[in-house]
């Protein structure tokens, strides 16, 4: 594991972020690369939704930094968003009720209205986006790319929380592929054993595979040695060399 050393403390900042769409202040943590101060490069942005605390965060970006510099992936800024006590923003609202007032809506009008222009207000990014989650934030993201799939450029779940809502996003999976074009979009994502999540994560790569997508990168990750607890640790790696290498 890469160790947290100076200048991955250096490139470490936070604020807090008043957010007047959630009626709530964030914690916001972001990571810069080591190559960013005193340069002009603008970057990639990757939001990581509600659950990173300080110390899980500088963790992740302990194998960014790592990645970054055996060329493994490009450089990059990568945003964390502390969660609150049962933070009711990533108790998903139910699936049909996502496009309205909902926890869901909030929570992505927050990110995209109020975040991300802080971000890029504040730093130097460039036109992308990706987003990245696991259990019920890897349910955000797999929402997010099927209702609204013009939020980010890249996609990454692991072992979401499909399980809530009866399954109800599997069942209308076809319905939103008809619905909705993906320009330019990258999935990726992952199912450990569990059988809760691993039977429909199945479905949504056959039916990827059997619908063939218009312009979508998509890569299915069928992880059956791993549990809904260590999947993240034990891919993350796969997901960001496949998704932001080369």
């Known amino acids: 594991m890469h160790a947290q050393n100076q200048s991955d403390a250096v490139n470490f900042e936070q604020f807090v972020l008043e957010s007047t769409i959630l009626n709530d202040s964030r914690n916001i943590n972001v990571w810069l690369p080591s190559e960013y101060k005193g340069g002009k490069k603008r970057y990639t942005v990757l939001f990581i939704p509600s ?4 110390s899980n965060f500088m963790t992740f970006t302990s194998t960014i930094a790592r990645l970054i510099d055996e060329n493994a992936i490009s450089p990059m800024i990568v945003v964390g968003i502390e969660s609150v006590s049962n933070d009711a923003n990533l108790k998903l609202a139910d699936f049909s009720q996502a496009e309205s007032n909902s926890d869901f809506e909030k929570y992505l009008t927050f990110i995209k209205k109020e975040l991300e222009p802080k971000i890029n207000k504040s730093y130097r990014t460039n036109t992308l986006t990706a987003v990245i989650g696991e259990s019920v934030a890897g349910l955000f993201v797999l929402e997010t790319y099927l209702l609204k799939p013009e939020t980010f450029d890249y996609y990454i779940a ?73 999947i993240f640790r034990n891919t993350k790696e796969k997901a960001l060399t496949q998704v932001f290498g080369g």
């Open 51 to 54: 659950g990173e605390e300080s």
């Open 158 to 230: 692991f072992d979401p929380a499909i399980w809530m809502n009866d399954y109800q996003y599997v069942k209308d999976l076809d319905k939103y592929l008809v619905d909705l074009e993906y320009p330019g979009k990258t999935l990726w994502f992952a199912g450990s054993s569990s059988p809760d999540v691993s039977k429909s994560t199945r479905i949504i790569a056959k039916t990827l595979k059997k619908r063939n997508v218009v312009n979508l990168s998509w890569y299915y990750a069928d992880e059956v040695g791993e549990k809904h607890e260590t």
